[in-house]
């Protein structure tokens, strides 16, 4: 949380390496995993941060080489490995040169949408997050409730509708990774419900919540730059009533690029 990030690697002692991701969804995914008694803060207590990494199955350890190309890099993220959402970078010896995320791929590819055909296309026309069922939750529903989605889709984040069914708000692991700290603890993960929890992040002016939407016929480019414009893992897509219909996620678009850099 005070350095703004969602994942950090793990080093092993051992083989002098590092070996794991802990992503703030392993935790969420632990502590909602079965029913005790015991509080939040003391099941974290017992458990060692090796315990817990990738246990959400959502942010496997593979490496990449500092010398590997960008085509190598978008065929592993969109079709080797395609739940991976960040990459450790390792020099010639092994050793740790950065991470590369999903974020940062799509930011770094965004200025180059316009050389390809697809750029000027739609949403409905390419059928971009068109394929998939859009995962929502209600916003009198619990936090809780929220996570459970996640992990029985074994997604990493959801659309929050209203009573209508209207789009308001996105949730994920950048919204949820403030319980614990400030007004909201760890226990009011089972209490507290959308609605209050983005009452909350509005009061304490955090945009995680936010939601980014296009509709069939945004242009692809458009829809891209909301990714690089708002840092968001994904925009929605939605009908004339603001319903959602589709997402669009990080992987999409580098599935997108991957496909169309073979072509040309």
């Not at 950090?8 to 909602?32: C, S």
């Not at 959801?158 to 319980?179: M, P, Q």
């Not at 069939?216 to 990714?227: E, G, N, S």
Request: glycine content about 6%; proline content about 2%.
């Amino acid at each position: 949380v005070n350095n703004n990030i969602l994942s950090i690697p793990l080093y092993d002692d051992k083989i002098q390496n590092y070996t794991e991701f802990l992503d703030i969804m392993d935790i969420l995914f632990y502590l909602t995993n079965e029913n005790s008694s015991e509080s939040p803060e003391e099941k974290l207590k017992i458990k060692t941060c090796g315990e817990l990494a990738n246990f959400s199955k959502l942010d496997p350890f593979l490496r990449i080489t500092d010398t590997t190309n960008l085509i190598k890099v978008l065929q592993i993220s969109s079709q080797d490995y395609r739940s991976l959402h960040r990459f450790p970078v390792v020099d010639s010896n092994g050793k740790l040169r950065g991470i590369v995320s999903q974020s940062l791929l799509v930011r770094f590819l965004e200025p180059h949408t316009r050389k390809f055909d697809f750029g000027t296309l739609s949403v409905g026309v390419l059928g971009l997050g068109l394929d998939k069922k859009v995962v929502t939750v209600e916003v009198n529903e619990t936090v809780l409730v929220a996570v459970q989605k996640l992990k029985h889709h074994k997604i990493s984040g959801l659309g929050i509708v209203n009573e209508n069914g209207k789009l308001i708000g996105n949730f994920d692991a950048t919204s949820v990774r403030y319980f614990g700290f400030g007004q909201n603890t760890l226990q009011d993960i089972v209490k507290v419900t959308i609605k209050h929890f983005l009452e909350q992040t509005e009061k304490n002016q955090q945009s995680e919540t936010k939601v980014e939407y296009v509709t069939k016929h945004t242009l692809a480019h458009q829809a891209i730059v909301k990714f690089k414009e708002h840092g968001v893992h994904r925009v929605f897509v939605v009908d004339d009533d603001g319903k959602p219909i589709g997402i669009i996620s990080l992987f999409d678009i580098l599935e997108l690029f991957f496909r169309h850099i073979l072509i040309e």
